[in-house]
């Protein structure tokens, strides 16, 4: 079996010059999807959005995008953890999208699903991280 890193490529690569679809391969879709590759199990539910302004709805009505994650993860296969390690998912703030779902690279690096293909970051404000590693 490949090596995390390897794995990580091929996720992002797989979507690096795709148009990101609402609700299905959007931030938080596709973080889950990474983290599915390791428990065998999605546990955020599909989101019933198709566009921003749906998902920007649905996200203010539950107060945050990391209130929606919450939500989901009661009980899951992922343990809140304080620092990320490479391959942990989580939420960040950006001055721009707000709060992102993303996945979480080496030197504190940030990857997350933007309208096309991916943006790699260093985070400014990390809000939650979720580790599917014991």
């Known amino acids: 079996m490949s090596d995390i890193g390897e794995l990580l490529q091929d996720h992002i690569d797989a979507v690096s010059s795709k148009d990101a679809q609402w609700g299905v391969d959007d931030c938080s879709p596709w973080a889950d999807e990474w983290q599915a590759m390791f428990t065998g199990e999605r546990v955020i539910p599909e989101p019933d959005w198709h566009s921003w302004e749906e998902a920007e709805a649905k996200i203010s009505a539950a107060g945050s995008l990391c209130?929606?994650?919450?939500?989901?993860?009661?009980?899951?296969?992922?343990?809140?953890?304080?620092?990320?390690?490479?391959?942990?998912?989580?939420?960040?703030?950006?001055?721009?999208?707000?709060?992102?779902s993303g996945i979480f690279l080496d030197h504190g690096r940030f990857v997350w699903r933007v309208r096309r293909g991916v943006s790699m970051l260093m985070p400014r404000e990390i809000v939650k991280v979720w580790t599917f590693q014991k």
């Open 67 to 100: 209130a929606l994650w919450e939500e989901a993860l009661i009980g899951e296969l992922l343990w809140e953890t304080g620092a990320p390690e490479f391959g942990d998912v989580g939420i960040i703030n950006t001055r721009i999208a707000g709060q992102v």
